[in-house]
């Protein structure tokens, strides 16, 4: 059985409850664990609370984690509670952070047992570019090694935030695989080896399934 991988261009708990219900749905979800891993400078805990309010409204528990450095990446309580999830969310700006977090983890592999376990992984804004290789590097809109959840795509995210120019100066740097251009309350949906677009996303590209 495999699940969902659910990238989401931006608004965490915000931008797309209809879509969000879906997400529940189809992992037949009554918790959510969330990690504000990408957060981690900038208030998680605030991230979590949002969260919750979330929650309440589209009547799911939230089980929050913490896990903002490597070794809670390792920890086996939260490496349990997200190997055992029906569906989990990413949030967070600092995609740098997340990568430094979870690479090579057993966090990571859990998200990845998550989806072969047919649940749900979502993750928005610059979290989801990070599941992706190629990242996009907030820093200036190019591209480095992210952490391949999914390979051959990259995201830019928030879309309507970034100018017309430095949009089509990192188009111009992908070369070999996919972009995705997604403003807020968009989302790229991948299951069952397709991909599906939700709202105004743009692909420059092919995806692979």
């Not at 089980?63 to 939260?78: I, K, P």
């Not at 990571?108 to 993750?123: C, D, M, P, R």
């Not at 907030?138 to 949009?167: K, N, Q």
């Not at 995705?180 to 309350?185: C, D, E, F, H, L």
Request: aromatic fraction near 4%; proline fraction near 4%; charge should be negative.
């Amino acid at each position: 059985m495999t699940g969902t991988l659910a990238l989401l261009g931006g608004g965490p708990f915000t931008a797309n409850d209809d879509l969000d219900r879906r997400l529940i749905a189809s992992a037949g979800a009554s918790e959510v664990v969330v990690l504000p891993t990408a957060d981690a400078f900038e208030h998680p805990s605030r991230a979590i609370d949002s969260a919750r309010v979330w929650g309440e409204r589209l009547g799911v528990a939230i089980d929050g984690r913490l896990v903002l450095r490597r070794a809670d990446a390792n920890d086996s309580q939260h490496v349990h509670a997200v190997e055992h999830a029906r569906m989990v969310y990413l949030v967070g700006d600092s995609p740098l952070h997340l990568r430094s977090v979870l690479k090579n983890t057993a966090m990571f592999e859990a998200l990845e047992s998550v989806i072969a376990n047919g649940g749900v992984v979502a993750a928005v804004g610059s979290s989801a570019a990070c599941l992706c290789d190629p990242m996009t590097d907030p820093r200036g809109g190019a591209f480095t090694l992210g952490l391949a959840l999914v390979d051959g795509l990259a995201l830019l995210t928030e879309a309507e935030t970034w100018s017309p120019e430095r949009i089509h100066r990192s188009l111009k740097l992908a070369r070999g695989f996919a972009v995705g251009v997604m403003p807020t309350g968009s989302a790229l949906l991948h299951a069952n080896a397709a991909w599906e677009r939700v709202g105004s996303v743009e692909v420059h590209g092919d995806l692979v399934g």
